[in-house]
């Protein structure tokens, strides 16, 4: 991805140089013009411009603000933001190493099409290449992660540089005269079919850009500020004529529905926190949705997947068609008469009767679904109504369709009997699951993984690793679920974890529980830091404490592990264990922790409400982990062993 240098003075007739503060001002006007609520910064000096222009809108309530001591916490948090809020939610740093902090997120925010947007500050042109402090080439820095980067000199207006930017974000290609750009930059949108080619490989597709931004001194505000700091912040207008209310003062009985999209995000108004502070809200699940038309005139055995982002669409569309559906908790499409639970254990034995596979959203977490899409005599199918960033054209095997006619057409309707003996199977492997995880002596991965499942409301975010497989192998599809799920599947990475759940809940205003593994927590410990005053999201995060990184124990690794000379090896490059005491860690953040020791106890937890910051840990022993996983598959194919008669 090359960057553009915006033209200077850009707007016909204007020649004279802004200074500093003028140009920040504009940028951060152009933001909340393009519908930016929120702006996570971290503390620099090049970028006090824009800190000064930022505090003094969040005084006039057009924004809110929320800082950082850490960029690649930073980064997370704004990009838990716009998974949220469903807006473009900006990251602010300062020069140099500051910003190359920012690229985990943006990898993420890149393959998970998540409107972030990088605004990096930095030394005038003229610096550049001198050996100033804290100066590097910035432009370009993201590459192909970004669907446009933009250099903006010094002292110009970056008022249509910053709303194009947003227009890129959505995936709209710019028109050839930049008319209107705040009206469509306001518009959300998954995005667009038909963006030029100079947009790298994901042409289209939602995602971050770069905005960089050089100032030159003085980097401070005259005397007479354009902020008192004994105002509390009003309501400001959103692009829709709604009014904004940060305070919790307003609409106090406030409430929203949400309903998940074609591409798995939620959709609707975010309500305001009140005193109640209900831990949930109510979700429009789609019983309301309407349910797609059948085009279809053949019987085949086909199974939908709903993989991450896929949305209740994939839901529908297997309850119209009879088919079985194969959904992943972050899919948002696991629930209904029609999805099966264990899916992954049943594969083995019922999935040489498939005949075409309807493919929703990105699958990501089963080796059993990987073997199934490659096969050769199975005919598959990807939906995809809009541009995606997380594969190429051409890189996948699947026929892409983008109609629904002609989805239901290669699709086919369930024969008779063939969604009824998914059911079955899903009933009686469910029974033999749960079997076995009350036989266990001690709470274990699997068993905090359904309760976590069937205990939370609002949102749900769920770790890599591990967690996200006990969930999708343990938790059991529900008639109405109630809570959205949220998982950094883009790239899949530990990294961040804790930042992102906290930036959906500031998003939202809503109660979320996060899900994770150990080594997810402390990866990320630094982002439970919050300076006095800063908004505190109500984050309650549950970990599973296994002293290490469990899942390799269930991969091909944990079979080398059990060599003796290969054993200590393996524990220390896989196991990577610890003898971290996190209830001294949460402590040590001001944050409320509790150790777990039962199932009853754990139940009893997750069944209360999430109101401010807590640690909930449950230790777990992974040196039963690969045992514990086998004796679950034994037990699912003793179960359905009758089935196919």
């Known amino acids: 991805m090359s960057t553009r240098t915006w033209p200077s003075a850009y707007h016909e007739g204007v020649t004279a140089q802004l200074n500093s503060m003028e140009a920040a001002r504009l940028a951060v006007r152009?933001?909340?013009?393009?519908?930016?609520?929120?702006?996570?910064?971290?503390p620099g000096s090049r970028?006090?411009?824009?800190?000064?222009?930022?505090?003094?809108?969040?005084?006039?309530?057009?924004?809110r603000l929320h800082v950082r001591i850490d960029e690649r916490g930073a980064a997370f948090t704004a990009l838990g933001l716009s998974l949220g809020s469903v807006r473009p939610v900006p990251v602010v740093t300062t020069s140099g190493t500051a910003v190359g902090e920012l690229l985990p997120a943006v990898m993420e925010a890149n393959h998970a099409g998540v409107e972030l947007l990088v605004i990096s500050a930095d030394r005038p042109e003229e610096m550049r290449g001198t050996g100033a402090n804290q100066t590097t080439v910035q432009p370009g820095l993201f590459g192909i992660h970004v669907r446009s980067a933009v250099d903006i000199p010094a002292g110009d207006d970056p008022t249509d540089a910053i709303r194009a930017s947003l227009l890129s974000a959505k995936g709209i290609p710019l028109p050839p005269a930049l008319a209107d750009l705040r009206t469509l930059a306001a518009t959300p949108s998954p995005g667009h079919a038909t963006a030029p080619a100079d947009l790298g490989p994901h042409q289209g597709a939602v995602g971050p850009v770069h905005i960089n931004l050089p100032f030159r001194d003085p980097l401070f505000p005259e005397q007479d500020l354009q902020m008192d700091p004994g105002r509390q912040p009003a309501p400001a207008p959103d692009p829709d004529g709604h009014r904004l209310d940060f305070t919790g003062q307003h609409d106090a009985g406030a409430s929203a529905t949400m309903a998940a999209g074609p591409g798995g995000r939620p959709t609707g108004a975010v309500p305001p926190k009140t005193a109640e502070r209900e831990p949930g809200w109510a979700i429009n699940w789609p019983q309301s949705l309407t349910e797609p038309a059948v085009h279809a005139t053949d019987e085949r055995r086909t199974v939908v997947v709903a993989g991450h982002g896929a949305g209740a669409v994939a839901e529908a569309f297997a309850r119209a068609h009879r088919l079985p559906l194969l959904a992943e908790p972050s899919s948002n499409a696991r629930f209904g008469a029609n999805a099966i639970g264990p899916y992954r254990m049943l594969l083995g034995r019922f999935g040489k009767q498939i005949e075409r596979v309807v493919v929703f959203g990105r699958p990501t977490l089963s080796r059993p679904v990987a073997a199934l899409l490659a096969r050769e005599d199975v005919q598959t199918g990807l939906y995809q109504p809009e541009p995606v960033a997380w594969f190429e054209?051409?890189?996948?095997?699947?026929?892409?369709?983008?109609?629904?006619?002609?989805?239901?057409?290669?699709?086919?309707?369930?024969?008779?009997?063939?969604?009824?003996l998914w059911r079955r199977a899903a009933g009686a492997a469910d029974v033999a699951l749960i079997h076995v995880l009350d036989a266990e002596p001690a709470l274990t991965g699997l068993r905090v993984g359904r309760s976590v499942w069937l205990n939370s409301r609002g949102r749900l975010v769920l770790g890599s690793s591990n967690p996200i497989r006990d969930v999708d192998l343990a938790g059991t599809p529900i008639d109405i679920p109630d809570a959205f799920v949220h998982a950094n599947r883009g790239l899949a990475g530990i990294d961040g974890t804790v930042a992102t759940a906290s930036g959906i809940?500031?998003?939202?205003?809503t109660g979320t529980r996060?899900?994770?593994?150990?080594?997810?927590?402390?990866?990320?410990?630094?982002?439970?830091?919050?300076?006095?005053?800063?908004?505190?999201?109500?984050l309650q995060i549950v970990v599973v404490n296994d002293a290490g990184g469990g899942i390799f124990s269930t991969l091909e690794h944990g079979k080398v592990g059990e060599q003796a000379s290969y054993a200590s090896a393996v524990e220390r490059l896989f196991g990577t264990p610890h003898r971290a005491d996190l209830a001294s860690l949460a402590a040590g953040y001001g944050i409320q922790h509790r150790l777990v020791k039962d199932a009853d106890e754990l139940d009893t937890v997750l069944s209360g409400p999430v109101i401010g910051r807590s640690v909930v840990e449950i230790r777990t022993d992974r040196s039963r982990l690969r045992s514990l996983h086998a004796e679950v598959a034994a037990a699912i194919e003793t179960a359905t062993s009758e089935l196919l008669g």
Do not use: K
């Open 393 to 420: 054209p051409g890189r996948r095997r699947e026929r892409v369709i983008s109609e629904p006619e002609d989805l239901s057409l290669f699709a086919g309707s369930g024969p008779d009997g063939w969604l009824q």
């Open 47 to 63: 970028s006090a411009p824009l800190a000064y222009a930022l505090a003094e809108a969040e005084t006039r309530g057009e924004l």
């Open 505 to 509: 809940a500031l998003g939202t205003r």
């Open 514 to 538: 996060a899900l994770m593994g150990d080594l997810t927590f402390l990866h990320d410990a630094g982002s439970l830091l919050l300076g006095p005053g800063e908004p505190e999201p109500d």
């Open 30 to 42: 152009a933001l909340v013009w393009g519908g930016v609520r929120d702006v996570v910064i971290a």
